[in-house]
């Protein structure tokens, strides 16, 4: 019904930057708050930060300051900018998505991408 594919993700040094990104496709009615979770080994999953359809941000206390999350509408598509990255980000990313579908117009839903290995050395 809806697939999201993240991309970005790569091996960086502590106080390098990283930009991830998020593309939701098939058939999408409508989406609303799209967010982004990391997972480190041995870790539960937590949110990084997540964005509403009209722009509202939250962010977990560990990244304020140094994470910046957007989208694009038009797009189907959110960024995570990520800068002054340390090591304690390492993990994979994942991205999510509340959606609607053109099928079912009214039920929302969470969905998810496969994840995105980030990795930040020190």
């Known amino acids: 019904q809806v697939q999201l594919v993240e991309s970005g993700g790569g091996v960086v040094q502590a106080g390098g930057s990283l930009r991830l990104s998020c593309v939701a496709s098939?058939?999408?009615?409508?989406?609303?708050?799209m967010g982004w979770y990391r997972q480190a080994p041995g870790k539960q999953r937590e949110m990084v930060a997540h964005i509403t359809e009209g722009g509202s941000t939250t962010y977990a206390e560990s990244v304020k300051g140094r994470f910046t999350i957007s989208r694009d509408n038009a797009k189907k598509t959110v960024y995570l900018q990520m800068i002054s990255l340390k090591p304690e980000d390492t993990g994979v990313y994942y991205c999510?998505?509340?959606?609607?579908?053109?099928?079912?117009?009214?039920?929302?839903?969470?969905?998810w991408g496969k994840g995105t290995l980030v990795t930040v050395s020190s």
């Open positions: 098939g058939s999408i009615f409508r989406i609303n708050t």
């Open positions: 999510n998505a509340d959606a609607s579908t053109i099928i079912s117009s009214k039920w929302y839903r969470s969905y």
